[in-house]
């Protein structure tokens, strides 16, 4: 399924300029085998550069579970991706309850709504200092929580530790999400359900 229509391209990694286009994707999977640790190398491809001017200039950039990774790495998102604090890759849905609502990512969906889309890492505890956590909170950067089905934020169904159950994060602009689920997997019913589908028509009305 071609989420973004027919409009939607490929780059390559070694491309050095992003100018053409409206929208940028970084997808999950396993950059460079994800040697010394995930999105670290990925993180000096040539087309970062362009990325990350892309993103300085207001351009709208998602970074699912690697995606989120080379973000982190780049330093366009704060934090750091570390190894599940159980040691265990987990790949199976998750429950995640809106927390902002005002940015271009989920601006058609209700903050407390809450959304079923699948994880599938080993990397995903998402680790900021206390001082950047407030940060974060204070300016309602945390966009994704790991939830229980009615909503509710509890440790229990917290998949790999990340600290205060985030699951998402934009930075202060609001232009750039990383999330560790994969909202691209979850776009058609018979695969499993289509939340994944709000995030992406809320960025296809910015192009």
Known sequence: MDILGESAEYLWHKEVSVASYDCLILPGGFSYGDYLRPGAIAGFSPIMSAVTEFANAGGPILGSCNGFQILC????????????????????PANLVVENDTNCFTRSISQGQVLSIPISHGDGNYYVDDETLGTLEANGQVVFRYCKPNGEVDLSVNPNGAK??????????????GMMPHPERAVEEQLGGTDGLLIFKAIETLI
Request: aromatic fraction near 2%.
């Open 164 to 177: 205060g159950n985030i699951a998402g994060v934009t930075n202060i602009q609001g232009n750039v999400l």
């Open 73 to 92: 790495e780049v330093g366009l998102l704060p934090g750091a991706l570390m190894r599940n604090n159980h040691l265990q890759f987990r790949c199976e």
